[in-house]
Structure formats: structure tokens, C-alpha cells
């Protein structure tokens, strides 16, 4: 799945209900540590702030765009819910 500010792989966990994961890839296209560092940084945050849209039994990886860093927070949740809310679906 897709999005302005990032791409989402989710993957489902067959099994036993298990908490849902989440990472980050952040490759040096995005610009220095500091900046990769900042990207991680805001997306955690904005995962965090999305925990309890999180469906179980999935593991969502984040591929972070540079826009993420001029993206108002707001905007950032709201995208990070929607990808929640599509995986739930899927």
C-alpha cells in the first residue's frame, strides 16, 4: 500500500493472536543519519499515536519518503491510520 508520505508492506501472521509489529527502512537514498534518524523518529511517534487502530496479528513494515520530513504530524497519523484501517480490511 501506498501513500504520499510512505509505502506499507502488511503481513499477515497466521497463528496464534500475537501482538502486531512494525518497523522502519530508512536506506541512505533518504539523506544522512541525522535526517534518517528524524524520519524514524516521527514515524514511531505517528505509529504510536495510531496503537489502537493497530489490527493483531500483522507485521507492517514502513518505507518512509523524504516528504515525511516537512509533513505536518497530523497529516502523517492520518496516513498511518488509513494503512492500519487497510490492513484490517485485507
Given at each position: 500500500m501506498t501513500s504520499r508520505y510512505f509505502a506499507a508492506f502488511c503481513l499477515p501472521?497466521?497463528?496464534?493472536?500475537v501482538p502486531a509489529r512494525f518497523g522502519f527502512t530508512t536506506p541512505r537514498?533518504?539523506?544522512?543519519?541525522?535526517?534518517r534518524n528524524r524520519i524514524k523518529r516521527r514515524m514511531r511517534e505517528?505509529?504510536?499515536a495510531q496503537l489502537e487502530v493497530l489490527p493483531a496479528n500483522f507485521a507492517i513494515v514502513f518505507n518512509p519518503r523524504r516528504t515525511v520530513l516537512e509533513a505536518p504530524f497530523e497529516d502523517l497519523c492520518r496516513e498511518v491510520g488509513r494503512i492500519f484501517a487497510r490492513c484490517r480490511q485485507s
Open positions: 501472521v497466521p497463528g496464534e493472536p537514498a533518504l539523506g544522512k543519519a541525522v535526517k505517528a505509529v504510536r
